[in-house]
């Protein structure tokens, strides 16, 4: 693991401040090399880039302010889980809202009340195009995550 002055580990795609005889500058983590250590104090390469282009700098003179990435392509590889549990979230909404399942319903017609709501079924149940809401929703908000 590499880490800054603070002990953070380093990943790609975070936002860093350089600490520099020169002053300090915010750049982006472009990639890491646990494989070159620096000759001088302990530490490891990382590449960075800001607005003067691509440059390597050494990890004990960085400090991570922020992660842009979240680990975004851990999430992006579970999108199926996320979209269950936006799914579980919807559906608790609705309860508090007095909507039930129709498996639930004990108004007596043939047809639900208004209170029925067909998608207050489990997830691996639902049909794929409504299945695909609760995709199209957790895309969207990695996505704004992603551009903040």
């Excluded at 800054?4 to 090399?33: K, M, S, W, Y």
């Amino acid at each position: 693991m590499i880490t800054d002055i603070n002990g953070v580990e380093i990943l790609p795609g975070q936002t860093v401040i350089v600490h520099q005889d020169a002053g300090i500058r915010e750049a982006i983590v472009v990639g890491v090399d646990p494989d070159n250590p620096t000759t001088s104090l302990p530490g490891f390469w990382v590449d960075i880039e800001d607005e003067s282009g691509l440059e390597g700098m050494m990890s004990y003179i960085l400090e991570v302010t922020g992660n842009k990435t979240m680990d975004i392509e851990k999430l992006e590889s579970k999108i199926e889980a996320i979209a269950e549990e936006v799914h579980n979230a919807w559906w608790r909404e609705k309860e508090s809202q007095g909507f039930h399942p129709p498996i639930k319903c004990d108004s007596g017609a043939l047809s639900l009340c208004e209170k029925c709501h067909p998608d207050m079924i489990p997830y691996n149940s639902l049909p794929e195009h409504v299945k695909e809401y609760d995709r199209v929703t957790v895309r969207a908000v990695l996505d704004a995550i992603k551009n903040i």
